[in-house]
């Protein structure tokens, strides 16, 4: 296991919300605290289920095979990180810039016996490095939100992948440049930016498919994953329903921020905005 101290500035402000008690997760997400979209592959499914199915989606998408070396980009709690250690002895490196996040990976690693197929780096993604094509694949669900300088996250990462290497990325973005003008500014996009997300910002796909073939990627594949991560947040208000006293006993009042946030999330899709997975090849 590895560890090294996160960088100020942008990991800070990310931190405000992803840093929180993980208490608060494990009361609104599934049991691997997967914070991104499922993949609801049956009417019958419930939140557990999607994340599980979406899990083998990426995995798929990246070609993943047994032992690849993969790169987990903002990692969250490690669920990816996680699976593809188990699941295919993967040796796979997380980068998330929550301390929180970072233990918890490194302690559930080690209880199922994987810590010599996990390594973690606490910080900003903009500051890790490793030696030019040290990763069969990597992946980022819903973390280049948090990222600035696009063009320069898609270089470092193509940098970092052997030829041939799959990138996947999963993001939430306006549907078109001219509904993120009109948009960008308004009071709930803010609040989602700002209050929780520190320094997010949503792009149009535009922006995320220009920065990937700057950078010299090729565009395998886009799948719009819209209706699912509606699905994935209407369960997670569900679940925050359920579990209000036990949030508002960790924090007064977290039980409604929590839903007034994840509402504001849910409430423009298809209208405001799209949520897609990239996938990439480091090479024709």
């Not at 008690?21 to 049991?31: G, I, R």
């Not at 997300?197 to 995320?208: I, V």
Request: charged share 25%; hydrophobic share 40%.
């Amino acid at each position: 296991m590895t560890a090294t101290v996160a960088a100020e500035g942008p990991a800070h402000a990310t931190n405000q919300h992803y840093d929180l008690d993980p208490a608060v997760f494990e009361q609104f997400l599934d049991p691997m605290r997967k914070y991104s979209s499922g993949l609801y592959l049956r009417d019958g499914d419930d939140l557990a289920a999607a994340q599980r199915h979406k899990l083998r989606f990426v995995a798929d998408r990246i070609g993943i095979s047994d032992g690849g070396r993969v790169l987990d980009i903002g990692c969250g709690w490690g669920a990816l990180t996680l699976f593809l250690a188990g699941r295919y002895d993967c040796t796979v490196t997380g980068v998330t810039p929550a301390a929180r996040q970072r233990d918890h990976i490194v302690a559930t690693a080690a209880g199922r016996g994987l810590a010599d197929r996990v390594r973690v780096h606490h910080g900003v993604f903009e500051e890790f490095d490793a030696p030019a094509g040290s990763f069969d694949a990597a992946a980022a669900l819903g973390s280049v939100i948090h990222m600035t300088d696009l063009p320069a996250v898609f270089t470092r990462t193509r940098r970092m992948l052997r030829r041939g290497g799959r990138f996947y990325v999963s993001e939430s973005c306006f549907r078109t440049p001219a509904v993120q003008a009109e948009f960008d500014a308004r009071p709930g996009t803010d609040y989602v930016r700002n209050t929780i997300f520190g320094n997010g910002r949503l792009r149009p796909l535009s922006e995320l498919v220009a920065a990937a073939e700057t950078a010299g990627f090729a565009v395998v594949a886009v799948d719009d994953l819209t209706d699912h991560y509606r699905r994935t947040i209407d369960a997670w208000i569900a679940n925050v329903a359920a579990a209000a006293d036990r949030l508002d006993a960790l924090e007064d009042g977290l039980a409604t921020r929590l839903t007034h946030y994840l509402e504001i999330a849910n409430a423009g899709w298809g209208f405001t905005t799209k949520h897609y997975g990239l996938t990439l090849r480091n090479g024709r």
